[in-house]
Protein backbone atom coordinates (compact mmCIF):
# COMPACT_ATOMS: atom_id res chain seq x y z
CA UNK A 1 0.00 0.00 0.00
CA UNK A 2 2.95 2.45 0.63
CA UNK A 3 6.72 2.48 0.35
CA UNK A 4 9.87 3.70 0.30
CA UNK A 5 13.94 2.21 -0.26
CA UNK A 6 16.50 3.37 1.98
CA UNK A 7 20.07 4.23 -0.46
CA UNK A 8 23.23 5.28 1.19
CA UNK A 9 24.22 9.06 1.33
CA UNK A 10 27.65 9.87 1.10
CA UNK A 11 28.72 13.34 2.11
CA UNK A 12 31.86 14.58 2.69
CA UNK A 13 31.84 17.93 4.97
CA UNK A 14 34.41 20.00 4.16
CA UNK A 15 36.95 17.13 4.07
CA UNK A 16 35.81 14.87 7.02
CA UNK A 17 33.30 12.14 5.31
CA UNK A 18 29.88 11.32 6.66
CA UNK A 19 27.70 7.79 6.23
CA UNK A 20 23.82 9.21 5.83
CA UNK A 21 20.84 7.48 4.52
CA UNK A 22 18.51 8.65 1.59
CA UNK A 23 14.77 7.20 1.52
CA UNK A 24 13.83 7.29 -2.11
CA UNK A 25 10.98 6.65 -3.89
CA UNK A 26 8.28 7.59 -1.35
CA UNK A 27 5.11 6.28 -2.82
CA UNK A 28 1.38 4.73 -1.65
CA UNK A 29 -1.75 4.34 -3.22
CA UNK A 30 -3.83 7.23 -3.64
CA UNK A 31 -6.92 5.17 -1.66
CA UNK A 32 -4.85 4.62 1.57
CA UNK A 33 -3.40 8.05 1.64
CA UNK A 34 -3.71 10.55 4.92
CA UNK A 35 -3.89 7.36 6.97
CA UNK A 36 -0.35 7.51 8.50
CA UNK A 37 0.98 4.94 6.42
CA UNK A 38 4.22 6.93 5.21
CA UNK A 39 4.86 8.25 8.99
CA UNK A 40 5.04 4.66 10.07
CA UNK A 41 8.02 3.41 7.43
CA UNK A 42 9.77 6.88 8.18
CA UNK A 43 9.82 5.72 12.04
CA UNK A 44 11.18 2.70 10.75
CA UNK A 45 13.73 3.34 8.01
CA UNK A 46 15.15 6.09 10.36
CA UNK A 47 15.35 3.52 13.25
CA UNK A 48 17.12 1.37 10.38
CA UNK A 49 19.39 4.27 9.10
CA UNK A 50 20.94 5.04 12.67
CA UNK A 51 21.10 1.55 13.42
CA UNK A 52 23.93 1.51 10.60
CA UNK A 53 25.68 4.28 11.97
CA UNK A 54 24.07 7.32 9.60
CA UNK A 55 24.66 10.49 11.26
CA UNK A 56 22.08 12.42 8.76
CA UNK A 57 19.45 11.56 6.25
CA UNK A 58 18.66 13.45 3.68
CA UNK A 59 16.14 13.43 0.49
CA UNK A 60 15.17 15.65 -1.96
CA UNK A 61 11.07 16.43 -3.73
CA UNK A 62 7.80 18.02 -2.18
CA UNK A 63 7.97 21.21 -1.01
CA UNK A 64 7.02 21.10 3.21
CA UNK A 65 6.19 17.50 3.21
CA UNK A 66 9.06 16.11 4.86
CA UNK A 67 9.48 18.55 7.41
CA UNK A 68 6.89 16.68 9.17
CA UNK A 69 8.94 13.80 9.57
CA UNK A 70 12.46 15.94 11.06
CA UNK A 71 13.51 17.22 7.63
CA UNK A 72 14.83 20.93 7.19
CA UNK A 73 15.61 22.37 3.79
CA UNK A 74 19.54 22.93 4.87
CA UNK A 75 21.83 22.29 1.43
CA UNK A 76 21.94 23.78 -1.57
CA UNK A 77 20.90 21.66 -4.83
CA UNK A 78 21.03 22.28 -8.31
CA UNK A 79 21.12 25.39 -9.62
CA UNK A 80 20.89 25.29 -13.65
CA UNK A 81 21.17 27.77 -17.00
CA UNK A 82 19.07 26.48 -19.66
CA UNK A 83 20.88 27.48 -23.11
CA UNK A 84 18.28 27.01 -26.33
CA UNK A 85 19.35 25.34 -29.61
CA UNK A 86 19.08 28.70 -30.98
CA UNK A 87 21.54 30.05 -29.14
CA UNK A 88 24.54 27.78 -29.64
CA UNK A 89 27.37 29.10 -31.32
CA UNK A 90 27.21 27.82 -34.96
CA UNK A 91 29.93 25.50 -36.17
CA UNK A 92 33.42 26.87 -37.85
CA UNK A 93 33.73 25.86 -41.35
CA UNK A 94 36.33 23.29 -40.55
CA UNK A 95 36.51 20.05 -37.82
CA UNK A 96 35.26 21.47 -34.51
CA UNK A 97 38.27 21.53 -32.10
CA UNK A 98 36.75 19.22 -29.38
CA UNK A 99 34.52 16.75 -29.26
CA UNK A 100 33.04 14.13 -26.84
CA UNK A 101 33.21 10.39 -26.36
CA UNK A 102 31.78 7.89 -24.21
CA UNK A 103 34.13 7.35 -20.95
CA UNK A 104 35.71 4.16 -21.10
CA UNK A 105 37.08 1.65 -17.98
CA UNK A 106 40.58 3.27 -19.10
CA UNK A 107 39.72 6.27 -18.59
CA UNK A 108 38.56 6.04 -14.35
CA UNK A 109 41.55 7.18 -13.10
CA UNK A 110 41.45 10.60 -15.56
CA UNK A 111 37.91 10.76 -14.60
CA UNK A 112 38.55 10.32 -10.83
CA UNK A 113 41.12 12.87 -11.27
CA UNK A 114 39.03 14.86 -13.11
CA UNK A 115 36.00 15.24 -10.67
CA UNK A 116 38.19 15.46 -7.51
CA UNK A 117 39.38 19.03 -9.31
CA UNK A 118 35.97 19.74 -10.31
CA UNK A 119 34.42 19.57 -6.43
CA UNK A 120 37.58 21.62 -4.97
CA UNK A 121 36.54 24.80 -7.09
CA UNK A 122 35.65 27.72 -4.71
CA UNK A 123 32.53 30.04 -4.87
CA UNK A 124 32.64 33.78 -3.55
CA UNK A 125 36.21 32.74 -2.38
CA UNK A 126 35.00 29.69 -0.17
CA UNK A 127 35.87 25.83 -1.47
CA UNK A 128 32.29 23.75 -1.39
CA UNK A 129 31.05 22.81 2.06
CA UNK A 130 29.40 19.58 1.56
CA UNK A 131 30.20 17.09 -1.68
CA UNK A 132 30.04 13.85 -2.95
CA UNK A 133 32.28 11.31 -2.52
CA UNK A 134 32.81 9.25 -6.13
CA UNK A 135 35.10 5.54 -6.12
CA UNK A 136 36.31 3.37 -8.72
CA UNK A 137 33.53 1.04 -8.72
CA UNK A 138 30.64 3.86 -9.28
CA UNK A 139 32.03 5.16 -12.07
CA UNK A 140 32.95 1.48 -13.26
CA UNK A 141 28.80 1.10 -12.64
CA UNK A 142 28.37 4.30 -14.81
CA UNK A 143 30.66 3.27 -17.40
CA UNK A 144 29.06 -0.39 -17.27
CA UNK A 145 26.05 0.66 -19.69
CA UNK A 146 23.51 0.36 -17.04
CA UNK A 147 19.67 0.40 -18.27
CA UNK A 148 19.14 2.05 -15.73
CA UNK A 149 17.70 5.85 -16.26
CA UNK A 150 19.91 7.66 -13.15
CA UNK A 151 21.47 9.47 -12.83
CA UNK A 152 24.22 10.13 -15.52
CA UNK A 153 26.48 9.09 -18.15
CA UNK A 154 29.91 9.92 -18.35
CA UNK A 155 32.37 11.21 -21.51
CA UNK A 156 35.38 12.42 -22.13
CA UNK A 157 35.90 15.70 -23.53
CA UNK A 158 38.49 15.25 -26.66
CA UNK A 159 40.76 17.24 -28.95
CA UNK A 160 41.39 16.87 -32.72
CA UNK A 161 44.50 14.37 -31.99
CA UNK A 162 41.82 12.32 -29.66
CA UNK A 163 43.40 13.44 -26.49
CA UNK A 164 41.18 13.68 -23.06
CA UNK A 165 41.15 16.77 -22.01
CA UNK A 166 38.20 16.92 -19.86
CA UNK A 167 35.04 15.10 -18.73
CA UNK A 168 31.38 16.01 -18.36
CA UNK A 169 28.13 13.99 -17.46
CA UNK A 170 25.23 13.65 -19.45
CA UNK A 171 21.64 12.00 -18.65
CA UNK A 172 20.76 8.76 -19.69
CA UNK A 173 17.47 9.31 -20.04
CA UNK A 174 16.01 12.66 -21.26
CA UNK A 175 12.71 13.83 -19.58
CA UNK A 176 12.62 17.49 -20.29
CA UNK A 177 13.21 19.63 -23.25
CA UNK A 178 16.94 20.25 -22.18
CA UNK A 179 19.66 18.04 -22.60
CA UNK A 180 21.26 17.91 -18.78
CA UNK A 181 24.99 18.15 -18.32
CA UNK A 182 25.65 16.99 -15.15
CA UNK A 183 29.00 17.94 -14.04
CA UNK A 184 31.86 19.20 -16.55
CA UNK A 185 35.23 19.64 -16.04
CA UNK A 186 38.84 20.00 -17.96
CA UNK A 187 42.49 19.80 -17.27
CA UNK A 188 43.99 22.57 -15.67
CA UNK A 189 46.03 23.36 -19.29
CA UNK A 190 42.80 23.65 -21.01
CA UNK A 191 40.64 26.62 -21.03
CA UNK A 192 37.20 26.05 -20.87
CA UNK A 193 36.48 29.37 -22.63
CA UNK A 194 38.10 27.08 -25.58
CA UNK A 195 36.07 24.35 -25.22
CA UNK A 196 32.66 25.54 -24.16
CA UNK A 197 31.05 26.24 -27.64
CA UNK A 198 32.04 23.02 -29.17
CA UNK A 199 31.06 21.22 -26.02
CA UNK A 200 27.31 22.59 -26.41
CA UNK A 201 27.70 21.44 -29.82
CA UNK A 202 27.93 17.94 -28.99
CA UNK A 203 26.25 17.59 -26.01
CA UNK A 204 22.94 18.95 -28.70
CA UNK A 205 24.24 16.24 -30.71
CA UNK A 206 24.52 13.66 -28.20
CA UNK A 207 21.03 14.21 -27.74
CA UNK A 208 19.04 13.73 -30.61
CA UNK A 209 20.49 9.74 -29.53
CA UNK A 210 19.52 9.44 -26.02
CA UNK A 211 15.99 7.98 -24.99
CA UNK A 212 13.17 10.07 -23.54
CA UNK A 213 11.46 9.20 -20.49
CA UNK A 214 7.77 8.59 -22.64
CA UNK A 215 6.19 9.92 -25.68
CA UNK A 216 5.08 12.91 -24.34
CA UNK A 217 8.45 14.30 -24.24
CA UNK A 218 9.09 17.04 -26.92
CA UNK A 219 12.40 17.13 -29.09
CA UNK A 220 15.13 18.61 -27.68
CA UNK A 221 14.91 22.41 -27.48
CA UNK A 222 18.36 23.24 -25.98
CA UNK A 223 21.09 22.43 -23.15
CA UNK A 224 20.46 22.43 -19.58
CA UNK A 225 23.76 22.85 -17.49
CA UNK A 226 22.74 21.80 -14.01
CA UNK A 227 26.63 22.19 -12.95
CA UNK A 228 25.32 23.58 -8.96
CA UNK A 229 25.95 26.97 -8.10
CA UNK A 230 28.64 29.39 -9.01
CA UNK A 231 29.99 27.17 -11.83
CA UNK A 232 32.64 29.24 -14.28
CA UNK A 233 30.77 27.78 -17.36
CA UNK A 234 27.97 29.99 -16.30
CA UNK A 235 29.85 32.82 -17.28
CA UNK A 236 30.87 32.03 -20.35
CA UNK A 237 26.77 31.76 -21.57
CA UNK A 238 25.97 34.80 -19.77
CA UNK A 239 25.82 36.61 -22.68
CA UNK A 240 23.66 34.24 -24.70
CA UNK A 241 20.01 34.30 -24.55
CA UNK A 242 18.95 31.61 -21.56
CA UNK A 243 17.17 30.73 -18.74
CA UNK A 244 18.48 30.84 -14.88
CA UNK A 245 16.97 27.69 -12.76
CA UNK A 246 17.64 29.11 -9.29
CA UNK A 247 18.74 26.53 -7.12
CA UNK A 248 16.49 24.07 -4.46
CA UNK A 249 17.66 22.60 -1.58
CA UNK A 250 18.26 19.02 0.05
CA UNK A 251 15.89 18.17 2.86
CA UNK A 252 18.42 16.98 5.99
CA UNK A 253 17.72 15.39 9.00
CA UNK A 254 19.79 14.96 12.09
CA UNK A 255 18.47 13.23 14.70
CA UNK A 256 21.32 13.01 16.98
CA UNK A 257 23.09 16.45 16.75
CA UNK A 258 24.95 16.15 19.84
CA UNK A 259 26.82 12.89 18.07
CA UNK A 260 26.64 14.95 14.79
CA UNK A 261 28.44 17.54 15.68
CA UNK A 262 31.01 15.31 17.10
CA UNK A 263 31.30 13.82 13.84
CA UNK A 264 32.47 17.65 12.16
CA UNK A 265 34.25 18.56 15.54
CA UNK A 266 37.70 18.47 13.58
CA UNK A 267 36.05 20.75 11.28
CA UNK A 268 34.68 23.06 13.55
CA UNK A 269 38.44 23.05 15.22
CA UNK A 270 39.96 24.03 12.44
CA UNK A 271 37.53 26.90 11.66
CA UNK A 272 38.05 28.22 15.50
CA UNK A 273 42.16 27.92 15.22
CA UNK A 274 42.25 30.01 11.98
CA UNK A 275 40.27 32.78 13.51
CA UNK A 276 40.77 34.90 16.02
CA UNK A 277 39.58 32.75 18.83
CA UNK A 278 42.09 30.29 18.04
CA UNK A 279 42.54 28.82 21.46
CA UNK A 280 39.20 29.97 22.36
CA UNK A 281 37.84 28.26 26.00
CA UNK A 282 33.93 28.59 26.93
CA UNK A 283 30.79 27.57 26.62
CA UNK A 284 28.11 27.78 23.73
CA UNK A 285 24.48 26.89 24.61
CA UNK A 286 21.44 26.62 21.78
CA UNK A 287 17.91 26.83 22.87
CA UNK A 288 15.97 24.85 20.44
CA UNK A 289 12.56 25.86 22.44
CA UNK A 290 11.99 22.07 22.63
CA UNK A 291 15.31 21.00 23.59
CA UNK A 292 19.23 22.06 23.34
CA UNK A 293 23.14 21.89 22.83
CA UNK A 294 26.12 22.27 24.91
CA UNK A 295 29.63 23.28 22.73
CA UNK A 296 32.12 22.92 24.90
CA UNK A 297 35.41 24.64 23.99
CA UNK A 298 38.28 24.01 25.61
CA UNK A 299 41.91 26.15 24.37
CA UNK A 300 40.07 25.60 20.81
CA UNK A 301 39.11 21.86 21.42
CA UNK A 302 35.39 21.18 20.94
CA UNK A 303 32.80 18.48 22.69
CA UNK A 304 29.20 18.37 22.42
CA UNK A 305 26.80 17.82 25.07
CA UNK A 306 22.89 17.90 25.82
CA UNK A 307 21.60 20.73 27.37
CA UNK A 308 17.80 21.18 27.98
CA UNK A 309 17.21 24.33 26.84
CA UNK A 310 16.49 26.91 29.62
CA UNK A 311 16.37 30.53 30.15
CA UNK A 312 20.35 31.36 29.97
CA UNK A 313 21.08 30.52 26.32
CA UNK A 314 23.62 31.97 23.92
CA UNK A 315 21.76 31.20 21.01
CA UNK A 316 18.44 30.40 20.00
CA UNK A 317 16.97 28.97 16.66
CA UNK A 318 13.66 27.02 15.99
CA UNK A 319 13.13 23.48 16.22
CA UNK A 320 15.66 22.42 13.19
CA UNK A 321 16.22 25.71 11.63
CA UNK A 322 19.48 25.86 12.60
CA UNK A 323 20.52 22.46 10.90
CA UNK A 324 20.05 25.41 7.50
CA UNK A 325 23.07 27.44 9.16
CA UNK A 326 25.51 23.83 9.71
CA UNK A 327 24.77 22.89 6.15
CA UNK A 328 25.39 26.45 4.66
CA UNK A 329 22.48 27.27 2.93
CA UNK A 330 22.16 30.48 5.24
CA UNK A 331 24.27 33.07 7.30
CA UNK A 332 23.37 33.32 10.94
CA UNK A 333 22.14 37.25 9.85
CA UNK A 334 19.86 35.63 7.03
CA UNK A 335 18.45 33.53 9.88
CA UNK A 336 17.69 36.06 12.05
CA UNK A 337 16.37 38.31 9.45
CA UNK A 338 13.59 35.72 8.63
CA UNK A 339 12.92 34.77 12.18
CA UNK A 340 12.08 36.30 14.87
CA UNK A 341 13.14 33.78 17.37
CA UNK A 342 16.32 33.43 16.01
CA UNK A 343 18.77 35.26 18.39
CA UNK A 344 22.57 35.28 19.29
CA UNK A 345 24.63 38.48 20.66
CA UNK A 346 28.18 39.88 20.98
CA UNK A 347 30.48 37.29 21.35
CA UNK A 348 28.70 34.35 21.37
CA UNK A 349 27.28 35.94 17.75
CA UNK A 350 31.12 36.10 16.32
CA UNK A 351 31.87 32.47 17.29
CA UNK A 352 28.78 30.97 15.72
CA UNK A 353 29.20 32.84 12.52
CA UNK A 354 33.12 31.39 12.55
CA UNK A 355 31.73 27.97 13.47
CA UNK A 356 29.02 27.97 11.05
CA UNK A 357 29.81 30.18 8.02
CA UNK A 358 27.59 30.29 4.98
CA UNK A 359 28.84 28.10 2.12
CA UNK A 360 27.53 26.79 -0.89
CA UNK A 361 28.17 23.28 -1.49
CA UNK A 362 27.59 21.12 -4.60
CA UNK A 363 26.46 17.32 -4.05
CA UNK A 364 27.08 14.92 -7.66
CA UNK A 365 23.70 13.10 -7.91
CA UNK A 366 24.78 9.55 -7.27
CA UNK A 367 21.45 7.75 -7.30
Given at each position: ???????????????????????????????????????????????????????????????????????????????????????????????????????????????????????????????????????????????????????????????????????????????????????????????????????????????????????????????????????????????????????????????????????????????????????????????????????????????????????????????????????????????????????????????????FPKQTSWLAPLD
Amino acid sequence: MAATILMRMNMEYAGTYLCGGRPEIVASYSEVRNRGYIRKIFALIHARSEARGDVFQGITGIPYYYKQFGYEYALTLGGSISVPASAIPVAPMDEDPFSIRPAQYDDIMQLQMLYERERSRMHERLPMLATSRIDASYWRWAISGSQSHEPWKPYMIIDRMGEVVGSVGLARVRGIDDMSMMFCNTEPHIRLADVYASLLRAVFATAQHVPTWDSRTKSCTGVRLVLGVGHPFYALVAQMPHVAHPPYAWYIRVADLVSFMGSISAVLEKRLSQSVYAGYTGTLLFDFYRGGLQLSIQNGRISAQPWPGTPGAHAAYPPNVFLQQVFGIHSRQELAQAYMDVRANGEHAQLLDILFPKQTSWLAPLD
